[in-house]
């Protein structure tokens, strides 16, 4: 009789590419490379999977740098008692990643971007990290105006 080996996780690649764009993000706010072309073609190459792979993950992280002023503004509107200075690197970068599918990606389902978020900072984060954006983004999600659990037809 053989032994029976545990399957490997089914790989999701919208998970993997939302951990990408954290990172990146995460790389971006720590280091504010000059060039941010340069700066994330080199993180994708560095990647486990081609480049192709992460096309979500460029997505993501070129709206969440073209949106970042308004993106912060909701995140400080959210995050009570709580200036965008004192977020860890971490949890911003997660956050900064959800605020930007909650604002703009319509196509994805509220509460998928939220739990995503919370995986995410249970993987990455501090020990309690997962509550204080599950907060944030619970307060943020009530102001959407569309249905939580499925994409907005635009």
Same mark, same amino acid.
């Given at each position: 009789m053989e032994p029976v080996t545990p399957e490997k996780p089914k790989r999701n690649r919208r998970h993997d590419n939302r951990v990408a764009a954290m990172q990146?993000?995460?790389i971006w706010e720590s280091q504010r490379p000059q060039d941010v072309v340069v700066a994330l073609h080199d993180f994708m190459l560095m990647q486990e999977h081609? %480049?192709?792979?992460?096309?979500?993950?460029?997505? &993501?992280?070129?709206? $969440?740098?073209?949106? *970042?002023?308004?993106? #912060?503004?909701?995140?400080?509107?959210?995050?009570?008692?709580?200036?965008?200075? %004192?977020?860890a690197k971490v949890e911003l970068a997660? &956050?900064?990643?959800? $605020?930007?599918?909650? *604002?703009?990606?319509? #196509?994805?389902?509220?509460?998928?971007?939220?739990n995503e978020a919370i995986e995410i900072s249970k993987m990455y984060a501090g020990e309690d990290s997962h509550r204080f954006v599950n907060g944030v983004l619970d307060r943020m999600k009530e102001g959407l105006g569309r249905p939580l659990r499925e994409a907005a037809e635009d």
């Amino acid at each position: 009789m053989e032994p029976v080996t545990p399957e490997k996780p089914k790989r999701n690649r919208r998970h993997d590419n939302r951990v990408a764009a954290m990172q990146f993000l995460y790389i971006w706010e720590s280091q504010r490379p000059q060039d941010v072309v340069v700066a994330l073609h080199d993180f994708m190459l560095m990647q486990e999977h081609t %480049r192709d792979y992460y096309a979500f993950a460029e997505e &993501l992280v070129n709206g $969440v740098l073209a949106q *970042l002023e308004e993106i #912060d503004r909701s995140i400080a509107a959210h995050a009570e008692n709580w200036s965008i200075e %004192r977020i860890a690197k971490v949890e911003l970068a997660i &956050l900064r990643l959800a $605020v930007h599918e909650l *604002l703009r990606r319509r #196509d994805i389902p509220p509460v998928v971007t939220i739990n995503e978020a919370i995986e995410i900072s249970k993987m990455y984060a501090g020990e309690d990290s997962h509550r204080f954006v599950n907060g944030v983004l619970d307060r943020m999600k009530e102001g959407l105006g569309r249905p939580l659990r499925e994409a907005a037809e635009d």
